[in-house]
């Protein structure tokens, strides 16, 4: 079956420091990638949807500036968490579209700010 | 807006028991329905989808499950669980088409006794 992954699978970084978090599709090709949220214990929620070569489209109460996302590649998207917070510490985890009717979860990062 | 309800927070059944896990939605449109199940370091793995046609799904693993638009449910079962079933069950609805960004439910945690 098709892969994703995510680099890092773990990060811990200070207070208004920023991070960056890396999807990759690395079997097939994706033009469109979505980022979650997950809390502990809680359910994912859909943060946003990016689209290669284009701006990613954000869901209502999402931080467009606070939560950067660049989908350069039809391999890559990356979401940076600017100036972080400990309110922002949570599981963040892409997946990849993959024809008309699927996609593919990667295996998260756990984001933990001091 | 679409939203996904699982009613169970836990589930506690014996190794080789028989398993329903329970997924309401509420969706203006037709569904497109999903299970996915999480285990930990490792990401959401795609149980089984409804798009359309027959009402009872099968997917991977042994699991099935059924639609009933009378109910708005899409309830998960499988007929004999085993130990390495257990892990966190989440149903979600797709927004416009099988690969649009996902709303999940909570999730269902399921716990096997020996």
């Known amino acids: 079956g098709a892969v994703v992954s995510q680099h890092p699978s773990w990060v811990i970084c200070k207070s208004g420091t920023s991070v960056k978090i890396e999807c990759r599709s690395l079997?097939?090709?994706?033009?469109?990638m979505f980022w979650y949220r997950q809390f502990p214990k809680q359910s994912l929620m859909l943060m946003a949807t990016s689209n290669e070569g284009s701006k990613a489209t954000y869901e209502q109460g999402v931080e467009k500036d606070k939560f950067l996302i660049n989908h350069a590649s039809l391999t890559l998207s990356t979401l940076t968490v600017t100036s972080a917070h400990p309110e922002d510490s949570s599981f963040y985890i892409c997946?990849?579209?993959?024809?008309?009717?699927?996609?593919?979860f990667g295996p998260g990062t756990r984001l933990t700010v001091l | 807006a679409q939203s996904v309800t699982q009613p169970d927070i836990h589930i506690t059944v014996s190794e080789g028991a028989s398993l329903e896990l329970r997924c309401n939605y509420s969706?203006?449109?037709?569904?497109?329905l999903f299970w996915y199940v999480q285990s930990p370091g490792q990401g959401l793995q795609l149980l089984l989808k409804y798009f359309s046609g027959d009402t009872l799904v099968q997917g991977i693993k042994g699991f099935e499950a059924e639609f009933k638009r009378s109910q708005s449910s899409f309830n998960l079962r499988k007929p004999s669980v085993h130990w390495s079933d257990a892990a966190e069950y989440f149903c979600a609805v797709g927004r416009g088409g099988g690969a649009d960004g996902l709303t999940f439910g909570k999730g269902t945690h399921l716990i096997i006794q020996p």
């Open positions: 969706y203006g449109a037709t569904p497109y």
């Open positions: 997946s990849a579209k993959f024809g008309q009717d699927t996609q593919y």
């Open positions: 079997d097939f090709q994706a033009t469109t």
